[in-house]
């Protein structure tokens, strides 16, 4: 049995993790904490809660000195950073969700997130927290930088075929499409009902996103070459989920048959990945799950490969992976309290 | 003032046609048909127009012999072919909104249409009916056969760049993201809110849809010479609208700026066509027009562009360019009915 | 001809009136305001009309001299009763979108808005814009207070029963169903996606929402005699649209058929009621149009009568109405832009 | 460990079910059937579950000779009451979810269903399945029959006024809102998404839905007198859940504080019932739960109350419920397997 902590409890992935964490057999969720709401019971935040769960919400300092063995920190970018380090020095580990880990260099960092990294001497301890790449050097970690939403539903797909130097690295094409949760849950127009109901929105189209950074920056580790993608992010009117379609183009002419073996060898066991032979993911076949579904189709006449997954953007894209990580971390059975 | 029939009326197509048509200022629709329900008034099939219009849906026998100036027909395919002749013989114009006519020669429409076709000869007659490209040739038509709905997405935002010879003919990538009207009206589980709510479809996906043989024809006609697409399909969580993401390889390098001038200056003086150049389209913005959206975003350090168009697929995706087409053969305002 | 402006124009409603009013053959939109994006253009803030109309938005200081015959406010309540008077004094007529002009006495606007009213003597003056009831004194009138959209959808169906004196006027129970945007565009978590997506919201149940009083008033005034309501409201995942079930004792027994020919007699010229004999409405009949769907249904055995409405709550519940009510200010079709 | 089949397991219900069993510990799922898929694997219709349970679907002669502890019962209405007495004669348990056990005599069944009941002396033998009422009786019961969606919303929110004889029994009103797939999985037009989208669709308002009698039957059990009850369910464009809005009139005056107290007091000690003090229920704070969620409002200067409910109807509302009952059947913890 372990104790843990999650800081920036109330947003859509802390409530998550809530969940997970409170029904996990080996751990004990000492306390979590709110800016926001700070002072106020839980569920007064998610009613959902009330009377089932009435923990009270605490502020960041007052929890400062209880010690805990793990802390999730969901705090927005550029202000996990902060908070991260004091943890770290009193040997808690941490699994951060932000991104402010997630890149290997000062340099990209400050490219794709706009300011200085704080403590880029992290950024080398940091492990990138895709279990199914890392799985060791997370057992090892003492931080994890659990990865975004999108790069999970791109790199879990293509790195069977970067890894075997299948695919040009350079022209690959990233359309996903992801449910409101994804963009979190502070005031926003585009996230109200009338806005996004009846739409598809694409924004960031071509490399603006900051996930494409993080993206390339994994792919390239994989294919040890430098990678560039074409990342295209659209908002639809649902909840959760995320589905990436993959376009990359094919070194060698593989069959169907080949190409699925491929994957299907890499992931064959992978307790969260699925590769469905005979039909293509959707996003209701993984929602409430921490699982990825992956379908390749190869077209014919042509060197080109499309590569679908899907996840759901809370669980596999966030805190269901966060908890797999903790899972890893602390020696425990890696599918414990995801089934 | 002309008298018109639709012969299918109700399907989606067939419903969004007959409130088009009553309203239209130089039409009367003097009969509308129907098997399902011959006998029965349209407003027990869409009880919006209960006491507003009630007309007594006809069996198509019925109505053989009830001379009007123009029949839409928003029969399946495959149907089509057997009942349009018999109007053009009398000298009614024709609107088809099957696919029946859609392809240039029988061999086309049987590859992707797996029968023969029943009366080939009519494919060189048929004239292909999206406004922005063969203006002059609809409005002489006898016989047009309206586009369908994911090509009318693909191939107005790419005319521009083709007729140029700018972008590789075989390297087209469309992602195109439909709203569930599209499947049509007919039972269906996939169709069922519980099915498609909270959920990505693809489906599909390389060149298995039917629209890609459709797309290739008609590009291949724009740019002089074969091309290829891959074309990806999904249904989103919504009732109406179209978004496609259109991914091209630029032969020489162009500007952000002169992608858009090219678009611009192409669709300068259509009243259906915007261009969009400080924002992406969303299908929102085109919900209850007939009207196609169209951004480009020219990927920076790449000779990639992404080309994104937004249509309303049971407006400029079907009726609504249907009534576009009879305006222009029967000499009416373009845009009569249509604002 | 004549000249219009809207103050608060970039709300749900506000949006709503100025596509009515641009399409109106005999109306001239002269400016529309907006405190929180004046300067910027209409289309900034709603896409839909980027490069189709590009009005400005002025500052409300910047119209004061600007004559026009009509004014629309669409500014909320408690702060439109400020601005309207300075109109009316200019021999503007104004026809007011906020409660601030709906109730009869400045006590019982000050009972049910928790303020003093600024201009009592307005409340005299000002006509109660239901066309259905008031018809000659909205032709009449200089000030019309449009009627809140749930207060709509009760008052129509109620009417013929209360004329005739056929119901217990202190045992009425409505159990309102709403789409999200009748809360407006203002930020609200309540209003994002993910909060009311798969949720049944019911809210201020019993005497607790301030259309209570709204209601109250005019079915007393139907009555002629004091009538108490018990109104429910609920929030349903979608846009627009409301459904009232509304349970009603009467007081003597009367037919199904009896019923329904009270309902149809009452409003048989009316051309915004529709009254369904053999189904029950449903708010996709109405979306769209400015109607009121009305049935009923006597509960056999019993003296219950359940009388049940749909309307479009931003059209006959909000700017349908306010541009029906233009009509009869200014002589012109009831119908004109409406249809 | 007990052996379970699942009798038509591939509706809505009966895939909820197998998820609950299949995780259930003490529980091991011998088979399904399904009469339209027999022969394929579950995860062929529902592919969530391929490559995690790829159990066979039987056709149920197939299982007739297999002798299970407990089957589950999830045929339709007028086909269950021919299928579940061969179970009970080999001494299986039986948990029917359709209607076909759950009025108290054939006359009453005949009445609402339209048929004969085929066999008349089990229904003094089946317990009604709602642990909270009868909890011993299903304990010791060999056939259970588990109530239906609407009336679990309702039953448990109105017996601890009934049971207290401080309602009237015969001026109850409830006004039901549900999601889609109450309809079950069957192909139907209004289920598609775009006919329930943005719609509210009333129906069988009035004493005509045939929950109408069982709620009657239920409430007159526990207020030892006839209730007669106006029950109007509404159709609301969600997925799950149930949320029912009950008009009562207190016999004698009491303050919302009794009547909170009433129902606290009388549920304190249930699992799967949450009363609610400070805020309403509404349908996500139940979703995916077995909790039923109640409130009460005592309307000021009346003597109304409104008692508000909220449930998932796949859960509470039908299979979540079975495994309670079942928990109760074979001595095991309550709770065991929903939480």
């Known amino acids: 049995m372990i ?3 999650i800081i920036g409890a109330t947003g859509y992935t802390g409530f998550e993790l809530f969940r997970l964490l409170v029904k996990h057999s080996k751990v004990e969720l000492a306390w979590a904490t709110s800016e926001t709401y700070c002072g106020k019971l839980f569920s007064d935040v998610y009613p959902h809660l009330k009377g089932i769960n009435d923990m ?3 502020a960041l300092p007052e929890i400062q000195q209880d010690q805990v063995d793990v802390v999730f920190c969901c705090l927005p970018h550029r202000t996990a950073m902060s908070v991260v380090p004091s943890f770290l020095e009193k040997q808690t580990k941490v699994v951060d969700l932000s991104a402010d880990f997630r890149m290997g260099t000062a340099d990209s960092y400050s490219r794709w997130y706009e300011v200085e990294h704080s403590c880029p001497r992290l950024l080398g301890q940091a492990v990138y927290g895709l279990p199914e790449l890392n799985r060791d050097l997370i057992s090892k970690a003492s931080l994890v930088a659990n990865p975004g939403c999108y790069p999970t539903s791109v790199i879990l797909p293509l790195a069977p075929f970067l890894e075997k130097d299948l695919i040009e690295e350079t022209d690959i094409i990233i359309d996903s499409k992801s449910g409101v949760s994804g963009a979190g849950r502070k005031l926003s127009l585009r996230a109200h009902f009338v806005e996004i109901n009846e739409n ?8 603006l996103h900051r996930h494409t950074g993080e993206i390339e920056e994994q792919l390239s580790n994989l294919a040890n070459r430098q990678c560039r993608v074409l990342f295209s992010p659209h908002i639809v009117p649902m909840e959760r989920g995320i589905l990436s379609t993959i376009y990359v183009k094919l070194k060698e002419d593989i069959s169907q048959e080949q190409a699925l073996g491929i994957i299907t060898n890499r ?3 992978e307790p969260f990945i699925r590769v469905l032979a005979d ?3 959707e996003t209701r076949f993984v929602q409430g799950t921490n699982r ?3 379908a390749v189709s190869k077209v014919d006449g042509t060197n080109r490969l499309v590569v679908i997954s899907a996840i759901d953007n809370l669980l596999k894209g966030a805190s269901g992976q966060a908890v797999q990580d903790m899972n890893l971390m602390f020696g425990f059975k890696e599918t414990e309290g995801l089934q």
Chains 1, 2, 3, 4 share one sequence.
Request: glycine share 8%.
């Open 3 to 5: 104790t843990a902590g």
């Open 56 to 58: 009270i919400l605490k």
């Open 200 to 207: 598809i929105v694409p924004y960031d189209i071509g490399r």
């Open 267 to 269: 992931y064959n066991d």
């Open 279 to 281: 039909r293509l993911p």
């Open 292 to 294: 990825c579904d992956i």
